[in-house]
Every structure is written in structure tokens, then in C-alpha cells.
């Protein structure tokens, strides 16, 4: 009796006692790596807004997502920059958008998942009055006389007599015709049909001299402004729409009035 006392008692030990071990760490291992603020969690992740019902890939620290641009396509203002390694962040001391750090609160070591961050907890609600509506189809004279100070804003520098100068804001050269110390008499130097690109490298943005009526000093320039919806100025200002005849410069943040998701892989949380 005393022998089969004992071989039950080993037979229950070797049954709970593992159970009763495994049940124990899983509770101090979970509460252990849950993400809360103060944490500072090492992580991999990828960034995406959705334009026109298609994500597109806005930051990565993950080179198999920068450089795949077929599964991950990127949105205009991507920058591409290596070395991918994990993100370290510590929760709550504001070095990342709030609801990025909000969404990691809770989650755990060794998981992924997908947070969505409204513009409220991002990069902010757009501001109306930070949008310029601009006409696609303008004109103005062939021949101008401006003075000192607006030829300076113009071009940046002084005017000078038989000097051409690029105009940065159409892209064609102006030929100073004349400068008697306080107006300058300029000369659009244009030629029609020819594509014109005030900012370098930005082939969104282009303009097209269609005609030039009148004749002499009435000749008016008709041109066309072509641009391609969400092209990034050099300035960080971006066209945020192109319709019934107008465009759209913004100058509010590109990533500024969008939900933003994020997903994220947790690799360690350090308390």
C-alpha cells in the first residue's frame, strides 16, 4: 500500500508541477514585456496613408519594405533612408506622434499588429488658410517694368542692363532691357509650345506657352500650368489637388489631416 502511495504521489508531481512552472512564467514573462509609458521599446515598423483607396508606404525602418516598391508602393514625400535598424523608443517622451506611442501601450514582446492613428493624434488637422488656389491657365505681359524692390523679390538679385536672369517662378529666361536705378524694364524671353520647369528635378511641375497675342509692348503670354497631383516642391509644399481648372499648393505637412497606420513588430521592451 505504502509502495502504490508513492508511485501515485511521484506520478501527480511529474504531472503538476511542470503545469504549475509553466503557469508561473507565462504570468511574469507577460507582465514583464507589456508595453506601458516609460518603456522603451525596440522595435521594426512601416508607415501608410490611403490615397484613392491604394496604401502607400510613407517611412520604414525595414529595407525589405523600402526597397520593394511593387507590394509597398510609396507616397510622394518617402525618403529612403538606410541603415534599416529597429527603432528604439521610450514611451511617452515625445520623440514619436502621440498615437503612434498610445498604440503601443499593451502590446507585448515578440508581437505585431497595426495601429491607426487618427490626424488629431498625428500630424495635426490641415489648415485651410496654408492652401493656395491657382489658376492652371494664366497669362501675363510679354514686356514688364518693375521696380527695384519687386525685381530683388523676383529674382534675388539686382538688376543690370543686357543681364538675363531665370525668372524661379515660370522657369524661362528674363532679359533686362533697361534699369535706370529704380525700374527695370524686362523682356519675358519665352518661345510657344516649349516646356518650361521652374523647379529643378520636379517633373510634376511644368509650364507651357501656349501663345502670345498683341503686338509690342500690349503682347500678352497665355501659358498653362501641368502638374501632377501630390508632386513635393522643393519648399516641402506639396499640390494637394488639381481640378475644374485650378490647382492646389499646400503648405500644410504632407502627412497634416491624414489617418495614419502603422504596423509594428515589438523585438524587446526594457522597463
Known sequence: ?????????????????PVAAYGSYNYIQNREVVVKPGDTVSLWYYGYIIVNGNPLVFDTNMASVAKNNVTYPKAP??????PFTP???TVGSGSMIKGFD??????AKGQSGLITVPPALGYGLENKSKIQKLPVNSSLPLFQTLNYSTFFSEFNTSPVAGATVLDPSTGWDVYVMSFNGYY???ENMVQIGVMYFPYKNVPGFSIIVQNITGSGSGSIIHYTTVVINGTI????????????GYYYI???PYLAGRTLYFWVEIISVKT
Not at 4 to 16: D, E, G, H, S
Not at 233 to 244: R, T
Open 250 to 252: 499646400n503648405s500644410n
Open 233 to 244: 516642391l522643393p519648399s516641402g509644399d506639396y499640390i494637394s489637388e488639381v481640378s475644374d
Open 102 to 107: 498610445q498604440g503601443l501601450i499593451g502590446m
Open 184 to 186: 527695370a524694364q524686362i
Open 1 to 17: 500500500m505504502q509502495f502504490k502511495t508513492l508511485i501515485i504521489l511521484l506520478i501527480a508531481l511529474v504531472i503538476v508541477v
Open 87 to 89: 527603432l528604439n523608443d
Open 77 to 82: 514625400d518617402f525618403k529612403y533612408h538606410p
